[in-house]
């Protein structure tokens, strides 16, 4: 999995992060910058999920994307 290509692209991925999660803020979605701990550490705080869940649901969000 080639995170990369989320973190140079964050501007236009952080739309569809906010669909997927909608209860992160503006502001969240700045702090983040594309670093998938951060995304992770946030969507854990936001939805009071376990990291591994978390992590799980990020892997499945990342492979239905049709851009990477």
Request: net charge positive; no cysteine; aromatic share 10%.
């Amino acid at each position: 999995m080639d995170w990369n290509r989320v973190e140079g692209n964050w501007k236009q991925v952080s739309g569809k992060v906010k669909e997927q999660w909608g209860k992160l803020t503006d502001d969240d979605l700045t702090q983040i910058n594309g670093k998938r701990e951060q995304l992770e550490g946030k969507i854990q705080e936001r939805y009071g999920k376990a990291k591994d869940e978390v992590r799980k649901d990020v892997d499945a969000w990342y492979g239905r994307q049709t851009w990477h």
